[in-house]
């Protein structure tokens, strides 16, 4: 028998003026897209930015709809949008934020884990590690380097069977 343990190493911001400038940019941009979230049934509003290898940001923010398990969430809606426009790019960091009538969120906003297995198949197929940059309403701003800290144990794609070929 063997025990393990695997560290995870995140950064803690005390606000976003302490950010390194592309994190804050980024930041910014999901503060800009949570307000033109759809999310009329939960009233939690989620804002996702992410820049791809070559430079470009793309938002998104969550879908909801009336038949609940139809909608979406912010990180996914903008992933899915940038595979569907720029098939070849990978994703460089991604940033996450909220909005809610409902009370002053000051905690950072962790993906779901839906999301979460996008994240790390999207980084997976590019080979290349996102950086994901979490905050809450305000409060500190977490940061990790790679989904591996947020996911690990993935289950990825060299899991399944190889095709037989006939
Ligand atoms: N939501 C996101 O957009 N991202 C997450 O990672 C967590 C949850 C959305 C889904 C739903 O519209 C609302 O937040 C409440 O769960």
Known sequence: MKNEIIPLQFTLYESEADLPADDKELLEKAEEAVHKAYAPYSEFKVGAALRLTNGMVIQGNNQENAAYPSGLC?????????????????????????????????????????????????????????????????????????????????????????????
């Open 74 to 166: 912010a990180e996914r809606v903008a992933l899915f949008y940038a595979s569907a426009q720029y098939p070849s790019m990978g994703v460089d960091a991604i940033a996450i934020t909220v909005n809610s009538p409902n009370g002053l969120l000051e905690n950072p906003i962790p993906p779901c884990g839906a999301c979460r297995q996008v994240m790390a198949e999207t980084e997976s197929r590019f080979r290349n590690k996102m950086r994901v940059i979490m905050r809450g309403q305000t409060g500190p701003i977490m940061v990790v380097n790679e989904m591996s800290t947020l996911l690990p144990f993935t289950f990825l794609d060299k899991h399944l069977p190889k095709k037989r070929t006939k």
